[in-house]
């Protein structure tokens, strides 16, 4: 009868780590899309001078220069999310929407 007691406690602390270990992965998966889903700066003028997060607020708060209003509650800092796009990248991206457009 012990070893029946001892086996099913086994059996639970083996579940108990299984559904452990699946839980933070799953949750470290969320983390990380929650902070790839943000969508990288442009190559604009603007991006490249802005320092701080009022910079970013000029334009995105008060809709200047066509900038799209931002979808958040300001942070401290823009760069935790928000990373510089990648020029080549961005150069890719437009020679292939000027290609869709022209076909």
């Known amino acids: ?55 970013c607020l000029q334009c ?3 809709k200047i220069e066509q900038a799209p209003i931002m979808p958040h509650r300001p942070m401290e800092y823009c760069g935790f999310c928000h990373h510089k796009a990648d020029p080549e990248k961005l150069k890719t991206a437009k020679t292939l929407r000027a290609q869709r457009t022209a076909n």
């Open 60 to 62: 995105h708060m008060v």
């Open 1 to 55: 009868m012990a070893t029946n007691k001892q086996s099913e406690k086994k059996a639970a602390g083996i579940f108990s780590n299984f559904m452990t270990i699946i839980g933070v992965v799953t949750v470290g998966g969320i983390l990380i899309a929650f902070f790839n889903a943000a969508p990288q700066l442009s190559q604009s003028e603007a991006h490249s001078t802005a320092v701080v997060p009022t910079d």
